[in-house]
């Protein structure tokens, strides 16, 4: 009985090692296939100013459209993107296009916001990043000020030199920087101090759980941002009281369903007309 189910296990144990292997396999084929054909869609999400409730940013998801399985979330093709670097050409992609689009937007009349662009770490890390954003600016005409990055704390935490650099590019160019999921990373305040950032993104795992601890990470999170001099946006926002608790801590920004999911570019459209009219 003994040797019989062991057998089985290792039966179980063999298809699924295999099945995994080969979906991952073919999963990277078909992301390679994907970025020749740019099989990819950017998404957009609202951010909102809490005390005037106008739109002033937007910011771009990338969706993966896949022939059969549909649509990909990036939560399953930026980790393989990122492990076999075809995230640097992906990743030049998504801000080409988000610039493009944000630039076109701007053209047709809408009122002007800033577009954030999710960096992953290998992206982060390119010597040649600060120049390579310089051309995409200068292609698609958006004016810096209208284009924000997105970092995470873990990406900052790794080669200090180089990050100051690349982040003092980023300053002189005029783009903006936010560090995304804040809260969640080792957080060090003397990096917070040292980076020129521009806002803090309190990530929605505090929002979304309010306990007594993380209601008081909240409000430490809003004051620290405001005493360093940065804005302050809050992710996962997404019932009316989620907007009250915030609004009455005194953050800037917020960002999540109860305003908008993310967007294709065509409900864009529709909403910056809706605000026109
Ligand atoms: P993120 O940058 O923290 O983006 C926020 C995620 O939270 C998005 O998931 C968004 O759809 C979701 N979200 C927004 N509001 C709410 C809400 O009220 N409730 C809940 N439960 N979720 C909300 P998404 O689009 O699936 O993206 C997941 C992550 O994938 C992003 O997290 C980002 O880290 C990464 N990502 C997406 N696009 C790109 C990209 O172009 N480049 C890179 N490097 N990473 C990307
Ligand atoms: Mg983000
Ligand atoms: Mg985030
Ligand atoms: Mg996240």
């Keep these: 009985l003994t040797k019989e189910r062991n057998k089985n296990d290792y039966q179980i144990f063999k298809t699924s090692f295999t099945d995994g292997f080969k979906e ?25 100013d809490i005390k005037t409730k106008n739109i002033i940013g937007l910011e771009a998801l990338c969706r993966w459209n896949h022939p059969e399985k ?37 053209d047709l009349g809408f009122n002007k916001v800033k577009v954030s ?36 704390e873990s990406m900052a935490m790794s080669n200090e030199k180089f990050i100051i650099e690349t982040l003092k590019g980023f300053q002189d160019l005029g783009v903006n920087v936010a560090l995304d999921d804040f809260g969640t990373g080792y957080s060090s305040l003397k990096y917070l101090s040292q980076f020129p950032l521009s806002k803090l993104k309190i990530d929605r795992l505090f929002i979304q759980n309010r306990t007594e601890q993380n209601i008081a990470i909240v409000k430490t999170i809003i004051h620290l941002s405001h005493s360093l001099n940065l804005r302050v946006i809050a992710e996962g926002v997404e019932n009316e009281d989620d907007l009250l608790f915030l609004n009455n801590e005194n953050c800037d920004e917020v960002q999540g369903f109860y305003f908008s999911k993310p967007l294709p570019v065509n409900e864009v459209d529709s909403l910056f007309h809706k605000k026109l009219s």
């Design 24 to 48: 991952r396999l073919t999963l990277e084929t078909e992301l390679h296939k994907a970025i020749k054909n740019k099989n990819f869609e950017l998404y957009f999400q609202p951010q909102i």
């Design 70 to 106: 549909g649509v990909i979330s990036p939560n399953e093709f930026i980790p393989l993107a990122e492990k076999t670097g075809l995230i640097i050409e992906l990743g030049d992609w998504v801000l080409r296009e988000a610039c493009r689009q944000n630039k076109l937007w701007q």
């Design 117 to 152: 662009v999710n960096l992953s770490a290998k992206q982060f890390l390119q010597r040649d990043l600060v120049q390579n954003i310089e051309h995409i600016l200068k292609d698609t005409g958006l004016d810096p000020e209208y284009l924000e990055l997105e970092i995470t």
